[in-house]
């Protein structure tokens, strides 16, 4: 693992770090940011896996966690969204929503993609190769996520029952087997059969049993992508019939951008402390 | 005035806003944030000028300001940092620290930069401009900026006595006059005679009977900066022998980037606040 940088802020370490994956067959690049903590204490990890087009940038220069980290005492991993490199196969018309910056948190099956397009298997080599390399504690973790990040959460999080504490997404893509963005994203990378499609679509893991303890949603009434591609209404359904806690906030005139991200970031994690029992200071 | 985006944040406005500009004689872009108030109250402003390479960007998307101005009530303003377009002429070198993204907040006299590089008058433009078209109170006002444009913070903050409650910076260029970023610059826009020069550094106005009613300054302790461009210790003398009541805080660790200033923005906007007076709520 190679330190690309590292930056002293809110009295912890935000530092930007790259490793060759085995999952992906490619270098990739992370973020992590450490509070300050007494030497030897663990701290509960927080996930945030970002939307599309995004890298690990994205989240990081805009998204405003810091200064609730460093009160919380919560480390913030942000990975990238998928494999990059000259090698790297792309969407053929370069459209933004599949392909590089588009990885959906699955493991492809269909070529050219299945060769470095398998972002499920990265999200578990990154996690061991971050509780090898950070003092985060395993037993204390939650996941959260932005739009396409937000069906990572969401489905990653219901597929590891046990794991992760709290889930929580803004703007969360929560059934892609039934909105545009979703379909062309998983018939590209898992091919025709729609019954491959359901262990990566949240909505159809909770109607196939998966469970989570507890859901966060923030959605803005006046994100572009509400009505097509995101239906929180459809996860709201599934968790009402599961039993699931949702908290889905509609927030009045807030859209899908870094703006309404920001806003809500310090609520997000409040909450996630909450159910972590923070750091043990 | 253009409207170039807006978005809803923290409750209040985030924009960015495009206007031709007599001053520079090109389209100049910069960014207002304004907090939810009452209809028909008038907020404090704090303009925040920015440093080398920015543009209105860089403190938009990475100061970390929002949260903070929408708790006191403050509306917050990014200037861009030099006039732009193709006809404008750039240092011949390309160089960061001159040219474009390099104004130094001053009138230039030289040629070629003198038609376009009038960034101190483009401030008084901008402001007229901003009170026309924004809710501000111009009797209840701060300045504060990074870099260069804690220098231009300073320097207008001191050339305008009696506008400003409280000027601030994070890492400023003190003494322009005195260090190789602000002699090449002094110098390619105001030409040789170094009389001209001391109107735009702080050391200097200082010495020479400016004051404004007070100053705070953080400085990172591992700014690359330091020692050979920043000079802290020149602006502490002169302050001192000046009886300006001056709070420089060296930050231990901190370097010359956002992550510093982000850390900081919210202790900077209290402070300024506590001073303005804040919304009358």
């Known amino acids: 693992?190679?330190?690309?940088?590292?930056?002293?802020?809110?009295?912890?370490?935000q530092g930007v770090y790259r490793h060759p994956s085995s999952a992906t067959g490619t270098d990739m690049t992370f973020s992590v940011f450490v509070p300050a903590h007494p030497a030897g204490q663990t701290l509960p990890v927080v996930w945030f896996l970002s939307g599309l087009t995004c890298t690990h940038a994205n989240v990081t220069e805009k998204g405003e966690y810091r200064r609730a980290c460093a009160e919380l005492g919560l480390i913030f991993v942000a990975p990238d969204t998928s494999p990059r490199g000259q090698n790297v196969p792309d969407d053929p018309l370069g459209s933004y929503d599949f392909g590089l910056g588009a990885g959906y948190y699955v493991d492809a099956t269909e070529p050219p993609f299945s060769a470095n397009y398998r972002m499920r298997s990265y999200f578990e080599e990154l996690s061991t190769?971050?509780?090898d390399r950070f003092p985060g504690d395993p037993s204390r973790q939650a996941i959260m996520g932005h739009s396409m990040g937000g069906h990572g959460a969401l489905t990653i999080g219901l597929s590891e029952p046990g794991r992760f504490q709290s889930v929580s997404a803004f703007a969360p893509i929560v059934a892609p087997t039934q909105v545009p963005w979703g379909i062309k994203a998983l018939r590209g990378y898992l091919g025709h059969d729609r019954a491959t499609w359901r262990s990566h679509d949240a909505v159809a893991l909770i109607e196939d049993g998966a469970r989570v303890p507890v859901i966060l949603v923030d959605q803005g009434t006046d994100d572009q992508f509400l009505t097509e591609q995101l239906r929180p209404d459809l996860l709201e359904n599934a968790c009402r019939e599961a039993g699931i806690p949702l908290t889905l906030r509609r927030q009045a005139g807030y859209d899908h951008s870094y703006y309404f991200i920001s806003s809500f970031m310090a609520d997000h994690l409040r909450w996630?402390?909450?159910r972590l029992g923070g750091a043990a200071r």
């Open 1 to 13: 693992m190679e330190e690309v940088s590292t930056n002293l802020a809110f009295g912890g370490v």
């Open 129 to 131: 190769l971050v509780f």
């Open 272 to 274: 996630h402390a909450a």
